[in-house]
């Protein structure tokens, strides 16, 4: 009689575990887990009003050329060597420069259109001279400087979202800057510049100069209200030209032209009113 009431309290006890045990099996849904949602770059508004600073580096060139006047042109040319009147080769002039934009986006899906206006201050500075034969007891000489003070540009702006955070654009318009050559000519005889029968001129050219300008850049936004950008810009100028009286014929003119051109590479920082 014990073993009996031993062996059926066992049994009841082994169907009891296995009972709960596949009650629990089958309380746990079938195939269930949780996913991690799929990470998603956040959307960014780029239409609006924004402005910003930049700073950068540029290298350009500004050739200089003196044509004789008729007049003199037998003093200063000689068909068997030339021109005596010396030209310095084409300058080049770089440095770096820095300023501030404001602009305006419309943005319509992954696209964008805008207007960017910008002022830079620059300060760059060339000078070159160069020699030619000897004639009337001196060296002829022409010496030329270059500075290049500031400039700005109106530029439209065409770019296109590679994501909603990058911007990928080009850009062209208007460019406008400060340039201005000097330029002397001379036959030096002891340092001196006077008399008739000295190649003896000096003048500058300078003003605003006014030409255009085209390039392309990046735009990356890293918080809700900023981004930064990189950008490369050619910017052409244009050529100025005046005439400088020349003593050394009595009435005789030189015709000075200079032309300026550069390429900049810049990065900067804007501030976006959304």
Known sequence: MRNSI???????????????????AADLPSGSY????????????????????????????????????????????DPAVGTFAPIPDTSRISGGFGGAQIGYNFQQSAYLVGIE?????????????GTGPFFIGGIYNTAVSTKFNWFGTVR?????????????????GL?????????TGSNLIAGSCNGS????????????????????????AFAPA??????????????????LADRFAGGGFETVQNSFRADTAQVGINYHFH
């Open 34 to 77: 949780t996913k991690a949602p799929a990470y998603s770059e956040p959307s960014y508004n780029w239409s609006g009003f924004y402005t910003g600073v930049h700073g950068g580096y540029g290298w350009g060139q500004s050739p200089t050329s003196v044509t004789p006047d008729p007049t003199d042109a037998t003093f200063i040319v």
């Open 156 to 172: 439209g702006r065409l770019g296109l979202l590679a994501t909603p955070g990058v911007l990928l654009y080009a850009t062209g």
């Open 175 to 183: 460019a406008y800057g400060d340039v201005t050559t000097s330029v």
């Open 226 to 243: 900023w981004s930064i950008k990189g950008e490369y810009l050619h910017i052409d100028l244009g050529s100025r030209s005046i005439a």
């Open 117 to 129: 206006a910008d002022a830079s201050y620059a300060g760059w500075r060339s000078s070159r001279s």
């Open 6 to 24: 031993l062996i059926a309290l066992a049994a009841a006890a082994v169907g009891a575990i296995f009972g709960v045990g596949t009650a629990s």
């Open 197 to 220: 029968l000295v190649y003896c001129f000096s003048g500058a050219t300078g003003g605003v100069s006014v030409g255009w300008a085209a390039g392309a850049g990046i735009e990356y």
